[in-house]
């Protein structure tokens, strides 16, 4: 059973995390890499042993603000798109929402605080999508309404920074564009990012996190670049 209204229900911040050389608006190619994981379940208690992108609860506030600064240019998907402001951690601080969210959840979910303060992280952000929908949380037979801010960050450098495993996530991984989206689209087998046989095994890939990253990069008139 649902146990909130869909009106009022929380934000959960999404990234999607491009290795990349390019502009955000210059757009992204199948040879870029996207950061994916596959959560912890001593940890994440709702959805353990998932395949998703790097997530964090947040304030309603921030979220409702960057909303109003941008301005809705469609839908693909399940997900509404949006045109936002980018921005960059070697021109802006944490005084900006956006670096804000994108520099916390980095820091608390993948471990990178130091190498982000030491300036060895360089990256630009915008908003790209959000979605809203209900998520299932079976083991503990329960279900909620969430809103999925979904934050596009291009790393320029640094991406070799990033730890293959924290505290939240029992794999962190680059993996192909193309490959990203032939899981999602085409029967949800982790496989298809590179994981053995033994790794995707008791693992499942499911999500508003994931389902609305999987609609960003799908949609080539906003973003994704063949």
């Known amino acids: 059973m649902v146990t909130n209204r869909k009106d009022n229900s929380p934000f959960v911040l999404a990234l999607t995390i491009l290795n990349t050389d390019a502009s955000i608006a210059e757009g992204a190619s199948k040879g870029d890499k996207v950061l994916v994981c596959v959560r912890n379940r001593e940890v994440n208690k709702t959805h353990p042993d998932v395949v998703s992108v790097p997530t964090q609860r947040i304030p309603t506030v921030l979220a409702e603000q960057i909303l109003h600064e941008s301005q809705k240019v469609g839908n693909q998907g399940d997900t509404m798109l949006f045109n936002c402001e980018e921005v960059s951690n070697t021109k802006e601080n944490g005084h900006n929402e956006i670096l804000f969210l994108v520099e916390s959840l980095l ?120």
């Open 107 to 226: 820091s608390k979910k993948l471990g990178i605080a130091d190498p982000l303060e030491g300036g060895a992280i360089k990256f630009s952000a915008t908003l790209y999508g959000n979605q809203t929908g209900v998520a299932n949380y079976p083991n503990l037979d329960d279900s909620e309404h969430l809103r999925m801010l979904n934050i596009v960050v291009h790393v320029h450098e640094g991406a070799d920074l990033f730890p293959e495993n924290t505290k939240s996530y029992d794999l962190v991984k680059w993996v192909p564009v193309d490959g990203f989206l032939k899981m999602w689209f085409r029967g949800k087998d982790p496989k298809d990012i590179g994981l053995t046989g033994k790794q995707a095994l008791g693992v499942c890939v499911d999500g508003l996190c994931i389902s609305s990253s999987a609609d960003i990069l799908e949609s080539r008139t906003v973003m994704y670049c063949l």
